[in-house]
């Protein structure tokens, strides 16, 4: 059973052009995270999101958590090539017994942005 | 400061046979873990610890032991290689556990033939 889901699994845009990847659980998690992973490496952290409602700003990368704290989303505005690669949510749950602390992660979502 | 190092990156083995992957951080931290990802699921947890001499099972333990003698190392046995185990695997590690950043390694690719 995947604890969090993403949308879409691919997406492929050109230059310039806005999207936006959704990570969706059916769980309370007590924080969220986006990784991004390039081919061939491991993910890197690009945010940490903790509170309900939060948002936060990277650059052009704009980062959603919930106000249930079930859901999250990432917005891109005006993409570039280099935004290319993997996009990866993960999560802690609030109350999971022994299992409290480890981190989760959906499938992923795979974006490529053409020139 | 070489972050997380794993070793070896590549490797190829037959069915049934034994090895170990090496994973090292000089970062002093607590917490390390163990992460398989295949094509289109994602990372899935081996095994993790939160201290020297401690560890525990994530979600798909079967067919893999670690041990943690050493804060800096964290080495993932396969104890007989099926072909269900030809997949990436990424050690992480982070200074402790909860929502901390996770530094990745760059990953060892893993066929089983």
């Known amino acids: 059973t995947q604890l969090l889901e993403q949308s879409p699994q691919f997406l492929s845009i050109q230059e310039g052009e806005n999207l936006t990847v959704y990570c969706n659980s059916s769980s309370v998690f007590s924080s969220l995270q986006w990784y991004r992973q390039e081919p061939g490496e491991g993910p890197v952290l690009l945010v940490t999101?903790?509170?309900?409602?939060e948002v936060k700003k990277l650059k052009r990368l704009t980062f959603q958590f919930g106000d249930a704290r079930k859901d999250s989303s990432l917005h891109i505005t005006a993409a570039q090539p280099g935004d290319t690669g993997l996009y990866l949510c993960?999560?802690?749950?609030?109350?999971?017994?022994?299992?409290?602390?480890?981190?989760?992660f959906g499938r992923g979502t795979q974006l490529t942005v053409w020139p | 400061n070489a972050g997380v190092t794993q070793t070896p990156k590549f490797q190829v083995l037959k069915t049934g046979q034994s090895m170990t992957l090496q994973c090292a951080q000089d970062m002093n931290h607590e917490y390390m873990s163990w992460y398989r990802q295949d094509p289109g699921m994602g990372l899935r947890l081996i095994h993790y610890?939160?201290?020297?001499?401690?560890?525990d099972q994530g979600e798909v333990p079967n067919g893999y032991n670690v041990s943690r003698s050493t804060t800096e190392d964290f080495p993932l046995r396969l104890l007989s290689a099926a072909p269900s185990q030809t997949s990436v695997y990424f050690c992480?590690?982070?200074?402790?556990?909860?929502?901390?950043?996770?530094?990745f390694g760059p990953g060892t690719r893993l066929l089983v033939l």
């Open positions: 993960a999560g802690i749950l609030t109350d999971r017994g022994s299992t409290l602390g480890r981190l989760y």
């Open positions: 999101v903790v509170t309900g409602g």
């Open positions: 992480a590690s982070s200074r402790k556990r909860g929502p901390e950043t996770q530094y």
């Open positions: 610890s939160v201290g020297a001499g401690i560890t």
